[in-house]
């Protein structure tokens, strides 16, 4: 059974700074890993989808990482903006039927 | 392209009562996921389908929840008799197959009281 962990489970940062959340799964026979972006009272934005053969992805200023052999994910966000504010949740899928396993997310606020 | 799209958005019941949920999938995706998210926590899988089969539902509470998916688009969550602890968002995703990018709608938040 996929397990997902995700610490830390609130961040605080001032405007401009560079951070890293970190995922991390149990079960590293996965086919991909997914980062969403979930603002309050609203449902999940896909941020980065990551193959199990990539070790990457970027998209603006996010960056996904994938390291299947320790069964982690960091996503890097560069330059932060208040903007960003938001609760980030990794998925990785269970077992063969590839359901999303969530984290418990990061709650982050970046202050102006 | 349209997203997932979910109504109501919003259901208040009182405990005891029945409630049912409808998801309209992106255009095209065979794979359809409801799943439970209770305030601070993520997401929890509740069923998924194959176009209309069901390939998973280990986590759904089948004592009082139901779901079903005919003709493999529309789907329909229902809860008979709701509890206070069914009080979450409701979120339906859908996706091309599988193990491809999953798109969430809004989901609909339902308490009971």
């Known amino acids: 059974k996929q397990e997902v962990t995700q610490i830390p489970a609130a961040l605080s940062v001032p405007e401009g700074e560079n951070l890293v959340l970190n995922c991390s799964f149990t079960?590293?026979?996965?086919?991909?890993l997914q980062w969403f972006r979930q603002d309050p009272g609203k449902g999940l934005t896909s941020l980065l989808l990551i193959q199990s053969s990539q070790r990457e992805q970027t998209s603006g200023r996010l960056n996904a990482s994938l390291d299947k052999s320790s069964g982690r994910s960091t996503l890097y966000i560069a330059a932060s903006q208040p903007g960003d504010s938001a609760t980030y949740l990794c998925?990785?899928?269970?077992?063969?039927?590839?359901?999303?396993?969530f984290g418990g997310g990061t709650r982050l606020m970046v202050k102006p | 392209e349209a997203g997932v799209a979910q109504s109501p958005r919003y259901k208040i019941i009182e405990k005891r009562q029945s409630v049912a949920f409808w998801c309209n999938p992106i255009?095209?995706?065979?794979?359809l996921y409801w799943y439970q998210q209770i305030l601070g926590q993520g997401p929890k899988l509740l069923i998924q389908?194959?176009?209309?089969?069901?390939?998973?539902d280990s986590q759904l509470p089948k004592d009082r929840f139901s779901a079903e998916r005919l003709k493999g688009v529309d789907s329909t969550l229902k809860i008979q008799p709701a509890k206070l602890e069914d009080s979450a968002v409701y979120l339906c995703?859908?996706?091309?197959?599988?193990?491809?990018?999953?798109?969430f709608g809004q989901g609909t938040r339902l308490t009971v009281v």
């Open positions: 079960d590293s026979a996965i086919y991909n």
């Open positions: 389908f194959q176009n209309n089969g069901v390939v998973d």
């Open positions: 255009s095209g995706h065979a794979t």
């Open positions: 998925a990785a899928p269970h077992d063969a039927g590839n359901m999303l396993t």
């Open positions: 995703a859908s996706s091309w197959t599988s193990n491809t990018e999953a798109f």
